[in-house]
């Protein structure tokens, strides 16, 4: 395989803003993207470079930045802009009066300040509640969703960067990148994966305090509605540095703290703008990996609120969370508390793609142990593969009509009787969903050197959603990691919540024996 002077592993904005840069320093560029276009964070907000409210300073300049490489990007690879400049409507008195502040300072000096009258005036859809107005002009919005996709043909075809669609990356190696389709040799890496960065780089991720957030967003149906420019509210004046630091910000700040603390403690920040069907997609309620899922229902309608902005009532198509990971499949297990979720059989018949993910690390050909088998989803799927499995499980019967290079064992691995395997060592051991402490030693020395551990089970924080929610069953923060660390080179490592087919709390790691 031709070597690269860069592999970006990730095609969403952020990879593909180091790909055009790197190209215009002349460099050789591959992308690699485990999908066939970008489908998480990149493409569920709200495609919109916003200028009024940035801080100046480094913050400012770097917005102004981004927004003149759009405009260059969007001419070469024509992608249509869909709106340009935001309304920032004020719906209370004190909203208006951080706004005329606002537009005295330099960075607001090309801003208009708009009375009520002459915001309805300009704006048709502005609704009889806002007070007044700021107009910016520079703001620039792209359908994301669309734009994405042409700007990495547009990178492919007229920069010349070799893309692998379909590719998962699976590990930084000192030359380059490996994949599920072969190693690319690289001078150097870029690692732009979204939240999945903690599993290819854990103790970074883990020493820069990476977290994960959701956005929940509301895509509302509003045939009557044109919007000319991304819309602001109140809210947003809160979160927005170049606003919130402003002195009359202190009594908008009392005032919706008053008002709507429920609002304020849930992170909502009103944007509102229209999608190239007509559709409003409104947001956004910022929430980090542990904080309690919302449904929405908040005092005076959450996220609906911000549609008082315009005066037609817009009707609910959807509403969803932002999820930058991938899905996760869980295993139900009966009897005791590990037993997860009760899920159906057609839910836990795909293999975790944890397992799907680093599977083809394992030696071609090799033994895999796969532990607390179960009916066997995934000892089903390796020998599918060609791998030749031992299976093992408390309950052997629920392996029905195993496969051929399958072999099937009944062991009760926590009665303290020996490990049924003595001394016998495996390319790989698969665990999933199952957590017996006492046993992770024994994993971990029951791997060949070369041999890699994949292993995902539920963690701390899983009680709020369900079983298993006995702390016996549940990981600590970083416990999985810990159980290898120093004796397994660790190649992904990821501590989240995910929403599939039910949501759960879950570590899971993957690492490999030098």
Known sequence: ??????????????????????????????????????????????????????????????????????????????????QRGALIAARRPEALAVLEEYSQTPSGSGCKLLTAAATRAQFSSASKGIVGALHSVDELRVEARDALPTMLRWLEEAKGVAVHRNRAALAIEANGLATDAGFIEADAVVLAPGSDAAAFAPVLASRQKLHDCRLQMLRLRAPSVKLPAVVMADLSLLRYEGFATLASAAALRERVHAEQPKHVAAGVHVIVAQSADGSLVVGDMLRGRNDRPLDGRLPGGGLEAPSRCVARPARALDRHHQRPWHEHRVRHRRGDDRGALPLSHDAIAAPSEWVVRWAPLIRPGGVVLDVAC???????????????????????????????????????????????????????????????RPLLPVLVGALEPGGMLVYETFAQGNERFGKPSNPAFLLAPGELLDAVRGRLRVLGYEDLTVVEPRPAAVQRVAARRD
């Open 374 to 436: 179960g009916s066997g989803r995934h000892a089903r799927w390796l020998a599918s593969l060609g791998f030749e499995v031992e299976a093992v499980d408390r309950d052997p019967g629920l392996f029905v009509d195993p496969p051929e290079g399958v072999t099937v064992r009944g062991a009760d691995l926590e009665d303290g009787s020996p490990w049924p395997y003595g001394e016998r060592r495996f390319d790989a051991v698969v665990v999933t969903n199952y957590l017996h």
């Open 1 to 82: 395989m031709a070597s690269f002077d860069l592999v970006v592993a990730g095609a969403g904005i952020v990879g593909l803003a180091h790909a055009l840069a790197a190209t215009r320093r002349g460099l050789k560029v591959a992308i690699v993207e485990r999908d066939l276009r970008a489908r998480r964070s990149s493409v569920q907000n709200f495609g919109f470079v916003t200028l009024a409210g940035q801080a100046e300073g480094v913050t400012r300049s770097r917005v102004l930045r981004s927004r003149d490489v759009w405009l260059e990007v969007t001419a070469a690879a024509g992608i249509p802009v869909l």
